[in-house]
C-alpha cells in the first residue's frame, strides 16, 4: 500500500513539472498526448502477457531501459548546456 501511494505522489508531482515547462496556451495538446501514450502504454502492457509469460525479465529490462534512456538524456542536455556556454 505504502508503495502505490508514493508511486502515486512521485507521479503526481512528475506531472505538476512537466505542465510547469509549458506556456498555458500548449496545456490542452501536452495532456492530450500523456493521456494518449498513458493509455497506449496501457494497453500494451495488458496485452504483452498473452505473447511472452516471462513477466520478471520483461520487467526487470523495462526498467534498466528506462535508467538508461533517463541517464542518456541527462548526458545529452549537459554536453548541450555546457556547448552553449
Same mark, same amino acid.
Given at each position: 500500500?505504502?508503495?502505490?501511494?508514493?508511486?502515486?505522489?512521485? %507521479?503526481?508531482?512528475?506531472?505538476?513539472?512537466?505542465?510547469?515547462?509549458?506556456? *498555458?496556451?500548449?496545456?490542452?495538446?501536452?495532456?492530450?498526448?500523456?493521456?494518449? $501514450? $498513458?493509455?497506449?502504454? %496501457?494497453?500494451?502492457?495488458?496485452?504483452? *502477457?498473452?505473447?511472452?509469460?516471462?513477466?520478471?525479465?520483461?520487467?526487470?529490462?523495462?526498467? %534498466?531501459?528506462?535508467?538508461?534512456?533517463?541517464?542518456?538524456?541527462?548526458?545529452?542536455?549537459k554536453?548541450?548546456?555546457?556547448?552553449?556556454?
Amino acid at each position: 500500500m505504502l508503495a502505490f501511494i508514493i508511486i502515486g505522489i512521485s %507521479g503526481n508531482i512528475f506531472e505538476k513539472m512537466i505542465y510547469a515547462s509549458y506556456p *498555458p496556451t500548449e496545456l490542452a495538446g501536452i495532456y492530450s498526448i500523456i493521456s494518449s $501514450f $498513458f493509455s497506449l502504454f %496501457g494497453v500494451i502492457f495488458l496485452l504483452v *502477457p498473452n505473447f511472452y509469460s516471462n513477466i520478471y525479465v520483461l520487467g526487470v529490462t523495462l526498467n %534498466g531501459a528506462t535508467v538508461i534512456i533517463g541517464c542518456v538524456l541527462l548526458i545529452i542536455v549537459k554536453l548541450s548546456a555546457q556547448k552553449m556556454k
